[in-house]
C-alpha cells in the first residue's frame, strides 16, 4: 500500500496518527480517518496514536472513527488464506449504516475461509475452543487478516478462558470434559478390579493348598514322590505369585475408591502409578512363565528330563 497523503481539512483539534503494517500515517483529523474507514484503508486491527506516536492503542477502541463507516460487501477475489483478503466493494447505493457490532466477520481454519458471522458468535466459538487463537479473523472491510488472540474484540474472551498461545480459548472445557470421562471409567471400573482381585486371591489359595497337600504326600516316599514334590512346590510358588497379583489388584481397587472419592489431579496419578506397578508386575511374571515353559520343552525333547519315569 502506498503512503496515504493528508487530503482535506478538519474541524477537530485532535490529530491522529495511523500505523498500518509498521508504517505510520498522518496526522490527521477525524474526518480523514473516517473518511479512510469507510474506504476500509483503516481498520479496527490497525493502531492509532493521539500524542504524535508516543503511544499507540488498537483502533477499536476510537469508536468515533467507524461509526461513520458505511457497510460493505467482500467479494473474493481466490480462495482466502492468511495474507490473501477479498476486494472490498462498495455495497448497494442507499444509506444503508452498521454499527461495529453488526459488521459481519470472517475467519480462517486450516487456511479455509467462513462467514460471514456475527462478532458474539465469534466470541462464543472461542469461548467453546471452536477457533483457536492462532486461527486467523477479520472484520469485513479490514485490510488483511489477524490473529484472533491479536483481535481486540475477542481478547477478553480468550484471557476469560484462560486461552492463548496456541490453545484453544475452550480448552479448560474439553479438559474438564476429558478429566470427567477418566474419573467415571475409573470409578466404573473399580467394581470388577475389586471381584477380580478377590478371585484370583480364591485361586491362589486354593492353589497354596493344593501344593500344600501333593509335598505333603510326596514327601511320605514312595514311586513319583519326587515329582510330587516338585510339583507341590511349583504350585505353592505359583499360588504365591497369583496372590502377590491379587493383592496388587485389590490395592488398586482401594486407590481408585479414593480417587472417586474427590477426583483430583494427584489421586489420579496415584491410581495410574497403582496400575502401572500391576502392569510391569504381570509382565515380568509374563516372561518368567514363558522363559521356563521354553525351558521345559526343550529339555523334554532333548530327552533330559522325562516326566512318564515318575509315573
Partial sequence: MSEIQVGGGGGSAILYHVRIRGKIYGPYPIEKLQDLAKKSVVSRINQVSVDGGNSWQPASEFTEIFEAAAVQ???PVQQAGVGQVGVAAQGPAGPLQATSAE???YYLINGQKHGPTTLSQLQMMVSTGTLNPADYACQEGAA???????VPELMSVIRGAGGGGGSGGGSEDKKAAVAKRVVNAFVESRAWTLFLGILILVYAALLLTLGIWVLAAGSEGGRGGGFAIGMGITWMVSAIVWGVGAMMLIQHSGTLRRFASDGSEKKLVIV????ARFWLYVSIVAIVYLIMTITGLILILAGTISPMRYY
Fill in 73 to 75: 460487501v467482500v467479494i
Fill in 103 to 105: 459488521i459481519p466477520w
Fill in 144 to 150: 488483511d487478516w489477524s490473529r484472533v488472540d491479536m
Fill in 272 to 275: 495410574a502409578e497403582s496400575l
